[in-house]
């Protein structure tokens, strides 16, 4: 028998609470609560406009599904049906879009291509069987709801994970300033740029080179709250934390650093890796997803920070701290990764040398995309010289091996996302991955980067998304789909 | 012949008093005589300016600028080691604390006065006004000129000094519409003032 429940306003904390926090007696902390054991579980989200102020000074009119930025946390076990009921009051039309998830094509959340928009007012029904297992997330995919706030968390329980002593989800968020996002769009951006010092986005940059941003940001978030107002985690001695953390952050890189500690990943966009890999700083892109233990060896507070150059940075931090230390000064780290052991795709999938080709295998498909435009004063991002819809797209038969490859005639990094699949980068800048990564969302490099992906056609039917998931270039026209005939 | 040598010793002694005395006072504060440029680098990569503000004027932490006057070094230094929440601990060494001193205690100029010079001495028609400060100048220096004319007063409006090749030095044009005795004015910070008179030629 199925549960049924609806997530109220009330039971939303700081964006983060769980199907069975609502229903158990015991009091379990928003961020970490398991699923509730039951064939279904069912859930109504409502999108409707929120004003979200998480900074003295910062107040924005977004959009909060349940009336929370982000929305409310999901898990569900493996196998657990999931049905949401979406009520639409955001004031237009909007969709829901389960990134990550391998489901049918017609739940997959792409307006007026695998569904028509809920209208304003209106309401859809998803159901489907959440997988695989891991840290995936939902999204409204109609521009610019994500931006608004129109985004969530959702964790699907795999029972043969590693035990953790505390499960801790934590979404790094930001206030994009809308002045920005409306000259990003014509192409015209005027936001500095900060990549942190030390990150390889600076690092391809000449000492004289004026790069910005596209979009610039007002405030940075963790959990819907701004350091120092973010809910510190508490922890004790001997604890294994497991950290999901999702960089929903539609244009930039984020990079994420616990002082004190180094972080070991397990899981790259929910899906596990072919080796852990210690690490002192995580690099998320625009949608990426990242799992990463830690252990307390002493007691202490430490902050865990997303790191990059803009003065305010210091708002996306949470402190880590044992029992009775909660009025102690944290131990920091620096904005910078000067020195400092930062995630790489190259180093998770133990990359060879160069010219190294990938493992000889059967390929049906093959397919080559070279990533363009981006010009100063023009909005197209482009596929082979298109933009969307007039992209070639990648057509496929169920079962065919699929090889897509970029290039990146772009000075900016794109965050490449597939719909409805889980891929595999084999190659990155002429350098052949020995462990191939499983993932759903890569950055490939700019300035002639490339990046090779295999995957096997073997979702259910359909049209499923290929794009950059920078929301400006995704509207730019930086999208295509790969196509089941 | 030998009083001059036993002069010449008990000059010795007194330098050597004098020097073991700044050597003792150096030790007693070890947070002073940091590197300013180093502690500016520092400043930058640890995005201090987000919770103190832009220009150090104040944010969610409290202001820097002219914190040498409220504070010793051994003070700043020991609000960077052992800060209250929420400002976190950065884990500096006590190298990178008195860089972080020697920076922040030159934010409005340094404690010593600045020296403004202008080229040329005399000028006739438009002056380059140099002013250099003993610490990191502020962000907020200005320069004007003035003449009096009877009851008239003459003057060039403020005009912001730029920065220069030199770290410690800002410098802006001035032009002297005519002869007479004019007064360059520098002003920066919280109503500091300079003014420095000047005959121009004809």
Redesign the interface.
Known sequence: MADRLTLSRGAVLLGGVSLAAAMSVRRLSPLQAPAAASEAVEVTLTAAPRLFAPFAGISYQGLAYNGSIPGPLLRVRQGQRLRVRYVNRSGGESTIHWHGMILPNAMDGVPNLTQPPAPDGGTFLYDFVPQPAGTRWYHSHVFPQLIKGLFGMIIVEDPHDEHADQDLALVFHDVAKAASVDAAMRGISTAPMVDPFGSPERRAMGPEEKMGDEVGYAAHCINGASYPKTAPILVRVGQRIRLRILNANPTQTRYVRLAGHTLRVTHSDGNPLPQPVEVEALRLGAAERYDAWFEVNKPGAWLLQGLSADPMAFQQAVVVHTPGMEGATPLGSAQSLEGVRSFTYELAGAAQALGTRPRVERVDVRRSYVLGGGRYGSERWTMNGEVWPNTAGVIVRRGDRVEVRFTNKTDMHHPMHLHGHVFEIVEIGGRALRDPLPKDTALVDPNGGTMTWRFRADSPPGRWLLHCHNEIHMMGGLMTAVEYR | MRRFLVVLAAAAATALAALSVAHAHAASDPYSGGDAASGAK?I????C???HG?GFTGG?GPKLIGIEKRLTPAQIAAKIK??????????FTDKQVADLVAYLSGLDGGTGKPVVKIVPPQPSGEAMVLVTFTGTPPGDAQVQASMKMGTMQHGTGWTPLQKTADPHTLAAKVFFAMAGEWTVQVRYGSGQEIDVPLNVDG
């Open positions: 520092l930058q990569s640890s995005g300016e987000g919770c832009a969610l052992s800060p209250a929440p929420p400002m976190p601990n950065f884990g």
